[in-house]
């Protein structure tokens, strides 16, 4: 943490300064979590639009709910990702309640990436999304940096209920990468 | 640092697309709440008035109605310095007959009134004296020639200002005898009067000193009596404050006419007020009346129907 990030505003100062009309300080909120937050939904859905309109929806319930927002026992970014969470299973619900979800729709087309950058991520994706979702969720959210606790609160599980998830998504993505 | 946290590390991360950026940008400036107004708005009227509320009440109780010193009139303290000390004191009633000869209790309106009414009559005797000395001084400066002293003496001397002080006290005790049940205290104090009077209707204290028995003034008489229906009656005979002489005077009575039945009630306006019982008729009243005639040696004043207020 540098000198000046240790001075920067909390994420709740910032969220009580847009509650109280200072649209700056939601920017400041929005660029500190937007890309993080962008990622984890992507690499949950490995779909960029499906991602983005995700994404959009939790920043949205984020702005509508500023002013009822009371602190709680976890950290805004933990609230954050509740929310993210919360909309990703139901759009996965509605996935799975369509015809059909072929994984081959998952586009990878971003142009600025190199060759093998773009088969590293479609491979990661690839395997990702053969995971259960509850493996992949809590996979995804250890590698986006939170800590067990943490990801207990987000996805509502015990302590050895995410370690198992954890031990038996990265038994599956080993055996699926290394395959590959 | 397992394999799977490195891969993952190495897939790069992606920014945010700026068309969501936008999206939600603006949907947060549009529904930015409004600026919370500070405290300070909300209480500045209700302090604002509070304090215009205040800053009023201060000049309204300090332009109040003014005591009542009457400097203006009196002579300054220096200069009655020379004349005999008076102590606030009361000044006791002691001549009631020429109290009710002088003034009635119904003339007198109130005690401030009475104050009013002393110092304007002062003052027009202080200007009277004033005027005189003057013009003694101006014949006698003219006189003797001497113009210097003519114009720069309208101070009155010590014993004018001694003489406007008793007679001061001769108004006060004057005025204060025109209330029969009236107490009134008159204080002088370092050139200034100040008057409080205190008013104590107190019908016991001053029994003993008013022995008068003044008749009811109501215009009657036989011919009145016998004008009225025959119905139930009674007499209103006298009234003084002093009971005792009621009393008397009912005893008096009493032994003249067996029908005479003696009763006694205050009254606020006339102290005690001496009743006689009442009659089934007119005639038993007018034969009552009669005796009455003789045994007081005066008039019965009043014969009211026992159905009216008598009061």
Request: proline content about 4%; aromatic content about 6%.
């Amino acid at each position: 943490m540098g000198t000046f990030e240790k001075f920067a505003r909390s994420d709740v100062s910032l969220l009580r300064g847009y509650a109280k009309g200072d649209v700056t300080a939601f920017e400041k909120l929005y660029a500190r979590h937007k890309d993080a937050l962008y990622n984890y939904l992507f690499r949950s859905l490995g779909h960029y639009a499906a991602a983005e309109e995700i994404a959009q929806e939790v920043w949205m319930v984020v702005i509508d709910q500023t002013k009822t927002y009371q602190k709680r026992d976890a950290t805004f970014k933990t609230w954050l990702y509740t929310v993210g969470r919360n909309k990703l299973i139901d759009h996965q619900r509605k996935r799975a309640n369509q015809a059909h979800a072929d994984i081959d729709d998952v586009s990878i087309a971003d142009t600025s990436m190199s060759s093998d950058d773009r088969i590293l991520t479609q491979q990661l994706i690839a395997a990702l999304d053969q995971l259960p979702a509850e493996q992949r969720d809590t996979f995804v959210l250890q590698q986006e940096g939170f800590s067990q606790r943490e990801i207990c609160k987000i996805t509502g599980v015990g302590t050895e209920t995410v370690k198992s998830r954890l031990r038996y998504a990265r038994a599956t993505l080993k055996q699926r990468l290394g395959e590959s | 640092m397992s394999d799977l946290t490195e891969l993952y590390r190495r897939t790069p991360r992606l920014e945010s697309p700026e068309a969501l950026d936008n999206a939600v940008l603006a949907h947060a400036r549009l529904h930015a709440p409004e600026p919370a107004r500070s405290r300070w708005h909300i209480w500045a009227p209700a302090l604002s008035m509070a304090c215009v509320g205040i800053l009023g009440l201060s000049v309204v109780l300090r332009n109040g109605a003014p005591p009542l010193t009457g400097t203006d009139s009196m002579a300054p303290a220096a200069e009655v310095a020379d004349s005999p000390s008076i102590t606030p004191s009361v000044v006791s009633l002691e001549d009631t007959e020429s109290r009710e000869e002088s003034v009635t209790a119904d003339t007198v309106s109130s005690p401030l009134v009475v104050a009013d009414e002393k110092v304007a009559l002062i003052q027009e005797n202080a200007a009277t004296r004033r005027a005189t000395t003057e013009k003694a001084v101006a014949e006698t400066a003219s006189a003797e020639g001497a113009t210097a002293q003519k114009a720069t003496a309208p101070v009155p001397s010590d014993d004018t200002l001694a003489g406007v002080v008793q007679q001061k006290r001769k108004l006060s005790t004057t005025v204060d005898a025109a209330r029969p049940q009236a107490r009134t205290t008159l204080s002088f104090q370092a050139g200034e009067s100040r008057v409080a009077s205190d008013q104590m209707m107190s019908a016991d204290s001053d029994m003993a000193s008013n022995t008068s028995i003044q008749l009811s003034p109501e215009p009657t008489g036989h011919d009145w009596l016998l004008s009225q229906s025959d119905e139930h009656f009674t007499l209103k005979v006298a009234m003084s404050s002093n009971r005792s002489a009621l009393e008397k005077l009912a005893n008096e009575l009493s032994a003249a006419s067996v029908l005479f039945d003696p009763v006694f009630l205050h009254s606020e306006v006339h102290g005690w007020v001496l009743l006689s019982g009442s009659f089934n008729t007119r005639d038993t009243a007018v034969e009552l009346r009669n005796q009455l005639d003789v045994a007081a040696g005066a008039e019965v004043v009043s014969i009211k129907n026992i159905k009216s207020e008598l009061f």
